[in-house]
């Protein structure tokens, strides 16, 4: 059984930085596709960054291109998500998801493996 265990999420101010970690537990995911995906209130989940196993390939959303990027540490069996120049419109949870092993991996579906999400609160 794979477990996914989100942190670093909180309360910033619009213009600030949050670096997330999803670190696996139970079996190494270091073959898979690992992606970030977020949910804000009253919307549904929604797609944010993927990698591949690799460490490349990486593919962001419109929304976040050029202010997030996704990582990964296949020896920690951890990937990140460092979030600059934030938004209140990032105002979201946000989930680890992994063990996907398709083509392209932006779909909630194309993922087996997530963790319980970790909230991120952004002040204007």
């Known amino acids: 059984q794979v477990q996914l265990v989100e942190s670093g999420g909180g309360l910033v101010q619009a213009g600030g930085s949050l670096r997330l970690s999803c670190a696996a537990s139970g079996r190494t995911l270091r073959s898979y596709t690992m992606g970030w995906f977020r949910q804000a209130p009253g919307k549904e989940r929604e797609f ?9 390939s990486l593919y962001y959303a419109n929304s976040v291109k050029g202010r997030f990027t996704i990582s990964r540490d296949n020896a920690k069996n951890t990937v990140y998500l460092q979030m600059n120049s934030l938004k209140p419109e990032d105002t979201a949870i946000y989930y680890c998801a992994g063990g996907c092993s398709v083509n392209g991996c932006l779909e909630e579906s194309q993922y087996d493996y997530w963790g319980q999400g970790t909230q991120v609160t952004v002040s204007s």
């Open 48 to 56: 944010v960054a993927r990698i591949w196993w690799t460490g490349g």
